[in-house]
């Protein structure tokens, strides 16, 4: 692990100005910057070794299921941004899977069994054999994809993990959506590629925030000229404010984008900001992210290991949040608050999300998949408003005006 790249790491945090500055700041910050910088050293540590590992494609066993694409085409063109992409989504759907698993598994460690409780046979109890059920589709108009989902758990009512890697034509409705972005294609009917992991967590604790992460690269032929550009982003919705959760989250997301272009968070985290805006309620749906598209600079393999580095981000950056709070005290007031905001997390994903319009307008879609993203409950009640001074308020107060997480804009303006 190379001395260097820990120090520019390191460096990333210069923003925070002099030692005043820093003693005025909260040491939970400061924990979150270490935390990050270290992920950036191990992250450039894995890059390095990129050539080594190249091979994912004979980790067959590790994936959660048989790859899309046909292995001898795989191995036959793994220097294609195709091949590329589709190992890296298998590989970053499974760990993330075996993550969550792992979390579930734990739970239920020194738990009792059904036959020890004093129930009626009637009453829900999770089951400790919660698992990801793998659904592996394909697509008559070409590819396919492998959709997990685990639903009912203790620490995750539900968990959806998808990829896909479909081909064929696009249809007039999903290019004139690409055509709004300020996609010039002259063609109407346009040959295309796309490959992407999508994923929703809606955990059991409303102390426990929603993440959703994803990330995709497209390819369009328009006549003879093949245009491609990646897409993405991660994003938290808490239903009660923890303030050193989101400085943590946002932090590790930071140094993974540091780690390609120092100017990339601040501009993609505005950009999620604005992007996941309930434009009817004027209300954000959670605390940000990162968020992305149309990335085709500075050129393809940058470009990749960028995204390869945000989808390896969302492990570190969600996890520890999990195991804090997933044994948090909780009742029946904040389990009706997590149901009302999960209202608002349907209301966006079915009317504003760009991702799930494109996913209705292909054709042969497959619908269980696009709207895995739903949660398992949600709720809605006319004219609701929380209490004046109360956590549902604080948090109501951050989704009406982001919050700059890491003081970025006040040290830019400190510096001028």
């Known amino acids: ?6 120090i520019r790491s390191f460096k990333t945090l210069s923003y925070v100005g002099s030692y005043k500055k820093i003693r005025d700041r909260p040491i939970t910050f400061y924990c979150a910057a270490i935390i990050g910088a270290g992920y950036v050293t191990y992250n450039q540590y894995r890059q390095n070794k990129t050539k080594v590992e190249a091979k994912e494609i004979m980790q067959l066993k590790n994936y959660m299921a048989e790859p899309i ?3 001898s085409q795989l191995e036959k063109n793994q220097d294609d941004m195709k091949t590329q992409m589709e190992m890296l989504i298998m590989r970053i759907q499974a760990e993330f899977c075996r993550a969550l698993e792992k979390e579930e598994d734990e739970a239920w460690e020194d738990e009792k069994t059904a036959d020890e409780y004093d129930f009626d046979n ?3 109890l999770p ?3 919660s698992k990801f059920k793998v659904d592996r589709w394909i697509r008559k108009e070409g590819g396919g994809g492998i959709t997990c989902v685990l639903q009912d758990g203790r620490v995750f009512e539900k968990a959806g993990v998808n990829i896909s890697v479909v081909s064929g034509k696009l249809p007039p409705a999903a290019v004139q959506q690409m055509k709004s972005r300020g996609k010039n294609f002259e063609s109407k009917e346009l040959p295309f590629f796309a490959a992407g992991v999508s994923a929703v967590i809606h955990p ?7 993440i959703h992460f994803n990330y995709r690269y497209f390819e369009v032929k328009d006549k003879n000229e093949v245009h491609w550009w990646f897409g993405g982003g991660t994003d938290l919705t808490p239903y009660y404010l923890n303030e050193e959760d989101a400085i943590h989250f946002h932090m590790t997301l930071k140094h993974a984008c540091d780690a390609h272009d120092t100017s990339y968070y601040a501009k993609f985290k505005k950009w999620c900001d604005d ?3 309930i434009t009817h309620r ?3 749906r959670g605390v940000g992210g990162i968020f992305f598209d149309d990335v085709d600079y500075p050129d393809q393999q940058r470009a990749f290991e960028f995204v390869t580095s945000c989808a390896e981000a969302v492990i570190p950056s969600y996890l520890p949040i999990v195991q804090k709070h997933k044994d948090d005290a909780y009742g029946y007031h904040e389990r009706q608050w997590q149901l009302l905001r999960r209202g608002r997390y349907v209301e966006f994903n079915l009317i504003y999300d760009r991702g799930t319009k494109f996913g209705l307008n292909t054709p042969e879609a497959r619908y269980e998949s696009i709207l895995m993203s739903l949660p398992l409950n949600a709720k809605w009640e006319y004219m609701h408003e929380p209490k004046p001074n109360t956590p549902e308020e604080k948090l109501m107060q951050v989704l009406k005006e982001p919050r700059d997480w890491l003081y ?3 040290a830019k303006s400190s510096k001028t």
């Open 1 to 6: 692990m190379s001395y260097k790249v820990a």
């Open 69 to 71: 694409t046909p292995i």
């Open 122 to 124: 009637d009453i829900f």
């Open 127 to 129: 089951s400790p054999e």
């Open 204 to 210: 059991r604790n409303p102390m426990v925030p929603t």
């Open 275 to 277: 992007y996941f805006h």
């Open 282 to 284: 004027g209300e954000r």
């Open 408 to 410: 970025i804009s006040k």
